[in-house]
T-cell receptor, first 111, second 115 residues
Protein backbone atom coordinates (compact mmCIF):
# COMPACT_ATOMS: atom_id res chain seq x y z
CA UNK A 1 0.00 0.00 0.00
CA UNK A 2 0.85 3.65 -0.10
CA UNK A 3 3.25 5.08 2.46
CA UNK A 4 5.00 8.36 3.24
CA UNK A 5 8.34 8.79 4.95
CA UNK A 6 9.70 12.04 6.35
CA UNK A 7 13.03 12.99 7.81
CA UNK A 8 13.37 12.56 11.54
CA UNK A 9 13.01 15.65 13.64
CA UNK A 10 13.23 17.83 15.49
CA UNK A 11 14.93 20.25 13.16
CA UNK A 12 16.41 23.32 14.82
CA UNK A 13 17.54 26.26 12.72
CA UNK A 14 18.53 29.84 13.23
CA UNK A 15 16.38 32.57 11.75
CA UNK A 16 17.09 33.21 8.05
CA UNK A 17 18.62 29.75 7.55
CA UNK A 18 17.71 27.56 4.59
CA UNK A 19 15.18 24.81 5.29
CA UNK A 20 14.79 21.41 3.69
CA UNK A 21 12.46 18.75 5.04
CA UNK A 22 12.70 15.53 3.07
CA UNK A 23 9.63 13.56 2.10
CA UNK A 24 9.56 10.39 0.03
CA UNK A 25 6.62 8.22 -0.84
CA UNK A 26 5.82 4.73 -2.02
CA UNK A 27 2.81 4.47 -4.27
CA UNK A 28 1.62 3.16 -7.58
CA UNK A 29 0.28 5.49 -10.20
CA UNK A 30 0.06 9.24 -9.71
CA UNK A 31 -1.26 10.35 -6.34
CA UNK A 32 -1.49 13.98 -5.29
CA UNK A 33 1.03 15.20 -2.73
CA UNK A 34 0.53 17.72 0.04
CA UNK A 35 2.37 19.53 2.79
CA UNK A 36 0.39 20.49 5.87
CA UNK A 37 1.55 22.64 8.78
CA UNK A 38 0.36 22.36 12.37
CA UNK A 39 1.05 25.19 14.78
CA UNK A 40 0.99 24.42 18.53
CA UNK A 41 -2.48 23.57 19.76
CA UNK A 42 -4.08 23.91 16.35
CA UNK A 43 -5.36 21.72 13.55
CA UNK A 44 -3.70 21.16 10.21
CA UNK A 45 -3.47 23.85 7.56
CA UNK A 46 -2.75 23.11 3.94
CA UNK A 47 0.60 24.67 3.07
CA UNK A 48 0.95 23.60 -0.56
CA UNK A 49 0.12 20.80 -2.93
CA UNK A 50 1.03 19.25 -6.28
CA UNK A 51 -1.24 17.03 -8.30
CA UNK A 52 1.06 15.65 -10.99
CA UNK A 53 4.69 14.92 -11.71
CA UNK A 54 7.00 17.97 -12.07
CA UNK A 55 4.38 20.27 -10.53
CA UNK A 56 5.78 22.77 -8.05
CA UNK A 57 3.61 23.83 -5.15
CA UNK A 58 4.44 27.09 -3.42
CA UNK A 59 3.03 29.24 -0.65
CA UNK A 60 4.39 31.72 1.90
CA UNK A 61 7.95 31.23 0.64
CA UNK A 62 7.75 27.44 0.89
CA UNK A 63 8.18 25.27 -2.20
CA UNK A 64 8.04 21.59 -3.04
CA UNK A 65 8.37 19.83 -6.40
CA UNK A 66 6.68 16.53 -7.23
CA UNK A 67 9.52 14.31 -8.43
CA UNK A 68 8.23 11.08 -9.87
CA UNK A 69 11.70 9.74 -10.70
CA UNK A 70 12.86 9.98 -7.10
CA UNK A 71 9.38 9.60 -5.53
CA UNK A 72 10.03 12.71 -3.48
CA UNK A 73 8.29 15.92 -2.46
CA UNK A 74 10.87 17.77 -0.38
CA UNK A 75 9.81 20.97 1.34
CA UNK A 76 12.15 23.98 1.07
CA UNK A 77 12.26 27.57 2.22
CA UNK A 78 15.08 29.96 1.55
CA UNK A 79 14.93 31.94 4.79
CA UNK A 80 12.97 30.69 7.78
CA UNK A 81 11.42 32.86 10.45
CA UNK A 82 10.65 32.20 14.09
CA UNK A 83 6.97 32.14 13.13
CA UNK A 84 7.64 29.07 10.93
CA UNK A 85 8.18 26.95 14.04
CA UNK A 86 5.60 24.19 13.76
CA UNK A 87 5.14 20.56 12.80
CA UNK A 88 5.12 19.80 9.09
CA UNK A 89 3.31 16.79 7.64
CA UNK A 90 3.80 15.37 4.17
CA UNK A 91 0.73 13.56 2.85
CA UNK A 92 -0.40 11.57 -0.14
CA UNK A 93 -3.95 11.58 -1.43
CA UNK A 94 -5.95 9.85 -4.12
CA UNK A 95 -9.37 10.54 -5.49
CA UNK A 96 -12.00 9.09 -3.18
CA UNK A 97 -9.52 7.62 -0.72
CA UNK A 98 -8.10 8.49 2.67
CA UNK A 99 -4.93 10.48 3.01
CA UNK A 100 -1.70 8.80 4.02
CA UNK A 101 0.33 11.01 6.35
CA UNK A 102 3.98 11.00 7.17
CA UNK A 103 4.99 11.01 10.84
CA UNK A 104 5.56 14.78 10.90
CA UNK A 105 8.73 16.83 11.33
CA UNK A 106 8.96 19.36 14.14
CA UNK A 107 10.76 22.56 13.20
CA UNK A 108 12.09 25.02 15.75
CA UNK A 109 13.49 28.33 14.52
CA UNK A 110 15.59 30.27 16.99
CA UNK A 111 15.92 34.06 16.87
CA UNK B 1 -11.44 28.63 0.66
CA UNK B 2 -13.16 25.71 2.30
CA UNK B 3 -13.59 26.13 6.05
CA UNK B 4 -14.20 23.43 8.63
CA UNK B 5 -15.04 24.25 12.22
CA UNK B 6 -15.02 22.13 15.34
CA UNK B 7 -16.80 22.65 18.61
CA UNK B 8 -15.80 22.74 21.35
CA UNK B 9 -12.13 23.60 21.00
CA UNK B 10 -11.41 22.33 24.50
CA UNK B 11 -13.43 20.17 26.86
CA UNK B 12 -12.77 18.71 30.27
CA UNK B 13 -15.04 15.97 31.52
CA UNK B 14 -15.20 13.51 34.36
CA UNK B 15 -14.45 9.85 33.88
CA UNK B 16 -17.58 7.89 32.94
CA UNK B 17 -19.39 10.74 31.21
CA UNK B 18 -19.93 11.19 27.47
CA UNK B 19 -18.69 14.02 25.32
CA UNK B 20 -19.90 15.13 21.89
CA UNK B 21 -17.65 16.91 19.40
CA UNK B 22 -19.12 18.62 16.35
CA UNK B 23 -17.47 19.08 12.99
CA UNK B 24 -19.04 21.43 10.46
CA UNK B 25 -18.19 22.34 6.89
CA UNK B 26 -19.11 26.01 6.68
CA UNK B 27 -19.04 26.80 2.97
CA UNK B 28 -19.19 23.52 1.12
CA UNK B 29 -21.00 20.21 1.20
CA UNK B 30 -18.93 17.47 2.79
CA UNK B 31 -19.84 14.13 1.34
CA UNK B 32 -17.16 12.47 3.44
CA UNK B 33 -15.82 13.38 6.86
CA UNK B 34 -12.87 11.89 8.67
CA UNK B 35 -12.07 11.71 12.37
CA UNK B 36 -8.48 11.57 13.54
CA UNK B 37 -6.84 11.26 16.89
CA UNK B 38 -3.45 12.74 17.64
CA UNK B 39 -1.30 11.91 20.64
CA UNK B 40 1.36 14.39 21.79
CA UNK B 41 4.21 14.74 19.33
CA UNK B 42 2.78 12.10 17.04
CA UNK B 43 1.14 12.00 13.66
CA UNK B 44 -2.57 11.76 13.01
CA UNK B 45 -4.24 8.41 13.45
CA UNK B 46 -7.36 7.90 11.33
CA UNK B 47 -10.19 6.65 13.52
CA UNK B 48 -13.11 6.47 11.11
CA UNK B 49 -14.55 7.67 7.83
CA UNK B 50 -18.15 8.70 7.52
CA UNK B 51 -20.25 9.34 4.45
CA UNK B 52 -23.41 11.40 4.74
CA UNK B 53 -26.37 9.21 5.53
CA UNK B 54 -24.33 6.04 5.99
CA UNK B 55 -22.75 4.25 8.89
CA UNK B 56 -19.18 5.16 9.62
CA UNK B 57 -16.32 2.87 8.66
CA UNK B 58 -13.97 2.40 11.58
CA UNK B 59 -10.27 1.64 11.38
CA UNK B 60 -8.96 -1.52 12.93
CA UNK B 61 -8.63 -1.25 16.69
CA UNK B 62 -11.10 1.62 17.10
CA UNK B 63 -14.10 0.71 19.23
CA UNK B 64 -17.25 1.69 17.36
CA UNK B 65 -19.38 1.46 20.50
CA UNK B 66 -17.09 3.84 22.33
CA UNK B 67 -16.59 6.37 19.56
CA UNK B 68 -20.00 7.00 18.05
CA UNK B 69 -19.98 8.87 14.76
CA UNK B 70 -23.00 10.41 13.11
CA UNK B 71 -22.97 12.16 9.73
CA UNK B 72 -26.59 13.12 9.37
CA UNK B 73 -26.18 16.03 6.97
CA UNK B 74 -23.76 17.27 4.32
CA UNK B 75 -22.39 19.90 6.70
CA UNK B 76 -22.29 18.20 10.09
CA UNK B 77 -20.64 15.17 11.62
CA UNK B 78 -20.44 14.41 15.33
CA UNK B 79 -18.11 12.23 17.35
CA UNK B 80 -19.38 11.11 20.76
CA UNK B 81 -16.90 9.62 23.17
CA UNK B 82 -19.01 7.45 25.45
CA UNK B 83 -18.08 6.56 29.00
CA UNK B 84 -14.87 8.50 28.68
CA UNK B 85 -11.75 7.45 30.57
CA UNK B 86 -8.46 9.27 31.13
CA UNK B 87 -6.81 7.25 28.35
CA UNK B 88 -9.28 8.83 25.91
CA UNK B 89 -7.67 12.21 26.58
CA UNK B 90 -6.27 13.36 23.28
CA UNK B 91 -6.50 15.89 20.46
CA UNK B 92 -9.31 15.01 18.07
CA UNK B 93 -9.26 16.46 14.56
CA UNK B 94 -11.91 16.18 11.89
CA UNK B 95 -11.57 16.78 8.19
CA UNK B 96 -14.06 17.03 5.39
CA UNK B 97 -13.96 16.24 1.70
CA UNK B 98 -16.31 17.62 -0.88
CA UNK B 99 -17.65 16.11 -4.03
CA UNK B 100 -14.45 16.81 -5.99
CA UNK B 101 -13.09 13.80 -4.25
CA UNK B 102 -9.55 14.09 -3.00
CA UNK B 103 -8.57 17.18 -1.03
CA UNK B 104 -9.36 17.22 2.67
CA UNK B 105 -10.00 20.34 4.72
CA UNK B 106 -9.16 20.13 8.39
CA UNK B 107 -10.86 21.51 11.45
CA UNK B 108 -8.88 23.25 14.20
CA UNK B 109 -9.10 20.28 16.55
CA UNK B 110 -10.66 19.57 19.95
CA UNK B 111 -8.56 18.98 23.04
CA UNK B 112 -10.32 16.44 25.27
CA UNK B 113 -9.17 15.96 28.86
CA UNK B 114 -10.82 13.29 30.97
CA UNK B 115 -10.24 13.59 34.70
Amino acid sequence: GDSVTQMEGPVTLSEEAFLTINCTYTATGYPSLFWYVQYPGEGLQLLLKATKADDKGSNKGFEATYRKETTSFHLEKGSVQVSDSAVYFCALGRYGQNFVFGPGTRLSVLP
Amino acid sequence: GAVVSQHPSRVICKSGTSVKIECRSLDFQATTMFWYRQFPKQSLMLMATSNEGSKATYEQGVEKDKFLINHASLTLSTLTVTSAHPEDSSFYICSARGQEGYEQYFGPGTRLTVT
